[in-house]
């Protein structure tokens, strides 16, 4: 590979998961952002991909893939929560993340709920996850 559009594009395409696994260590956030709407990308990858970081708009977008991501399991749903809850405490607005956690089932709903108390959640978020959390039931 010689350019970012390259892993770009294998990260898009890619079936085999240890290719997938190697391209989640490259430096590229629209590369993490790939491979988490990739459907192959294999759970381990995911929840390697919840602790990547590039600034916040980048690092939100990233999480609400992970979260919305047909493979992820619950231990990428934890990861995923845990590391919204943090953007939220920090006063970052992860709000479409917590959104899609909240219509994961996998998750516990007390687990999605406690992010509405955080002290980035608005009001608008939190009558938004308690609507979402309730349509699951």
């Known amino acids: 590979m010689h350019t970012p559009a390259d892993y770009l594009e294998l990260a898009r395409a890619e079936k085999d998961s240890a290719v ?3 391209l989640a260590r490259c430096p590229y956030p629209f590369v993490w952002q790939a491979l988490a709407a990739n459907p ?5 990858t ?3 991909l919840s602790t990547a970081q590039d600034g916040a708009w ?11 991501h047909p493979s992820a399991d619950h231990s ?8 919204v809850a943090a953007k939220l405490a920090e006063g970052e607005r992860p709000y479409a993340a917590v959104l899609a956690l909240a219509e ?15 002290r980035g959640a608005s009001a608008r978020l939190r009558s938004r996850l308690y609507r979402h959390l ?4």
């Open 20 to 22: 997938l696994h190697r």
């Open 46 to 48: 995911l929840l390697e």
């Open 40 to 44: 192959s990308t294999p759970p381990g």
């Open 76 to 83: 990428v749903l934890r990861a995923v929560r845990d590391a």
């Open 104 to 118: 994961r089932t996998e998750l516990a709903e007390a687990e999605v709920r406690q992010l509405g108390a955080l």
């Open 134 to 137: 309730q349509l699951r039931t």
């Open 58 to 68: 980048n690092d939100n977008r990233l999480l609400c893939l992970l979260a919305e």
